[in-house]
């Protein structure tokens, strides 16, 4: 059974860190690309950040370049948002996912999704 638990989330004020977490289990980790997902109501989920299989290739939206980094144990199957310097407008569900075909920034092509975890920041 694949599982992607999020955990990290809450409330910050701006200029604020927090670190996002993913627990992965049920598929084969280590083969599959990671990435960071968030989404506002009424918006599409939009792609943040992500990681190759084997952390050699990142890929960030321009809004978080800088600022977030995404990073990735493959002995621990986990991966990991450090996110600094944050926005008001980085207010957001923040959704892990996996994909076995590399890092993409389409959604649609993301294999495995967690529930999610809401941050907020306050201005």
């Known amino acids: 059974q694949v599982q992607l638990v999020e955990s990290g989330g809450g409330l910050v004020q701006t200029g604020g860190s927090l670190r996002l977490s993913c627990a992965a289990s049920?598929?084969?980790?280590?083969?599959?690309?990671m990435g960071w997902f968030r989404q506002i109501p009424g918006k599409d989920r939009e792609f943040v950040a992500g990681?190759?299989?084997?952390?050699?290739?990142?890929d960030y939206v321009d809004a978080v370049k800088g600022r977030f980094t995404i990073s990735r144990d493959n002995i621990q199957n986990t991966v990991y948002l450090q996110m600094n310097k944050l926005k008001p407008e980085d207010t957001a569900v923040y959704f892990c996912?996996?994909?076995?075909?590399?890092?993409?920034?389409?959604?649609?092509?993301?294999?495995?999704w967690g529930l999610g975890t809401q941050v907020t920041v306050s201005s």
């Open positions: 049920g598929f084969g980790f280590n083969n599959y690309a």
């Open positions: 996912a996996a994909n076995f075909g590399g890092l993409r920034r389409s959604a649609k092509l993301w294999d495995y």
């Open positions: 990681v190759s299989w084997n952390g050699g290739n990142t």
